[in-house]
């Protein structure tokens, strides 16, 4: 199963995986039914999570209902449990859309739907197709942004991240900008002369990777404007959930607009 989810990830086209994975996925899920392994997202209970990577696949880590991932996980606790983005209905903008995450969010905002957006590159599930270091939208347009683990892909991080404040609202934006942190890392490594897939795989971590973040990541989101709070949130939880949810060591990255 390990090298088989390895090969969809490293070889089919990201638009195919995403229209895939749907039915895919939750077939392959009823052979992992069980309780030892509990999705916060979607509810559901398997014996383990199914295994998820591109280079070295993860043990536990892709729900097979909601697809969710360790990361989606922690940020899904987070967005439930200490915003208010469920109980209100901010002018938000959801980019590079977790499906997951989505799927909630929707419906929540269904009363609302010019209240909430979601945007990509090219994906097909997206309602905006735009890149992220050129944003079609006017300044202070948006009370929430949601973008996640795309940084580490565009050319110009610092350029989109200067995009992504633009348009946050001053005063009461607020923002979730999550990428890849290796904590290990005092400084980010990025190197624009390393094009070649199997090199960027073995530097970066992923074919489409551009950059390793390390330590300095709230910095970068410092520099564009924002005010960045580095967030422990898995410390919050017990040894026993941290297990059952199956929830990473990544840092939570929260961004305001003075």
């Known amino acids: 199963m390990k090298r088989l989810i390895r090969w969809a990830l490293n070889h089919l086209p990201r638009p195919v995986l995403q229209r895939m994975a749907g039915w895919a996925v939750p077939l392959v899920g009823l052979f ?38 360790e990361r989606h996980r922690l940020l899904w606790l987070y967005l439930t449990r200490e915003t208010d983005l469920l109980r209100t209905f901010p002018q938000t903008l959801h980019i590079a859309p977790e499906v997951c995450i989505m799927r909630h969010l929707k419906p929540h905002f269904a009363a609302h739907p010019d209240r909430y957006a979601t945007a990509d590159l090219e994906s097909p599930l997206a309602d905006l197709h735009f890149d992220v270091q050129r944003i079609p939208l006017a300044d202070a347009s948006v009370d929430v942004v949601i973008c996640n683990h795309l940084l580490e892909h565009v050319a110009d991080d610092r350029r989109a991240l200067r995009e992504l404040h633009r348009i946050l609202r001053p005063g009461g934006g607020w923002g979730i900008l999550l990428s890849p942190v290796d904590l290990n890392r005092e400084t980010t490594y990025e190197d624009d002369t390393i094009t070649d897939p199997e090199q960027r795989t073995r530097i970066f971590g ?42 990473p060591a990544d840092h939570i990255y929260v961004v305001r607009k003075k």
């Open 32 to 69: 992992y039914r069980g309780r030892g392994a509990e999705c916060p997202v979607c509810g559901a209970r398997f014996r383990r999570f199914l295994p998820y990577g591109y280079v070295h696949a993860r043990s536990n880590a892709l729900c097979a209902k909601c697809l969710s991932l």
């Open 206 to 247: 992923q074919y489409d990777h551009r950059r390793i973040y390390g330590r300095d990541y709230a910095d970068r989101l410092r520099e564009a404007g924002f005010e960045a709070c580095d967030i422990d949130y898995a410390a919050a939880f017990t040894a026993e959930e941290r297990t059952r949810f199956a929830l």
